[in-house]
């Protein structure tokens, strides 16, 4: 399996990455009433690998993020409706 990562398209609202086997490519929305939220509604993933378990990981992560914040170690955590921290974003 590869290393997850993800690529970010400001402009366009869009997203690009692989999530451990396969190529995940989606829109993410923002809310400009709140300036930390952030979701994921649209994303599609390219199935054929036999063993998905870090995709599913990273998919289900994903699809549960409604904000965001800077992590005080750096980088970009993304959080659940719970406020749990689900995925940290590091810059390579």
């Given at each position: 399996e590869k290393q997850p990562f993800i690529e970010f398209?400001?402009?366009?609202?869009r997203l690009h990455g692989n999530?451990?086997?396969?190529?995940?490519?989606g829109a993410f929305q923002?809310?400009?009433e709140n300036p930390s939220a952030i979701s994921?509604?649209?994303l599609s993933d390219h199935d054929g690998m036999p063993d998905?378990?870090?995709e599913g990981r990273?998919?289900?992560a994903l699809n549960s993020v409604q904000?965001?914040?800077k992590l005080a170690?750096?980088?970009i955590g993304l959080y659940d409706a719970d406020n749990n921290l689900v995925m940290v974003l590091v810059k390579n």
């Open positions: 398209n400001i402009a366009e609202k999530a451990g086997c396969n190529l995940i490519n923002v809310d400009d994921f509604p649209q998905m378990e870090v990273v998919l289900k904000s965001f914040g170690g750096g980088g």
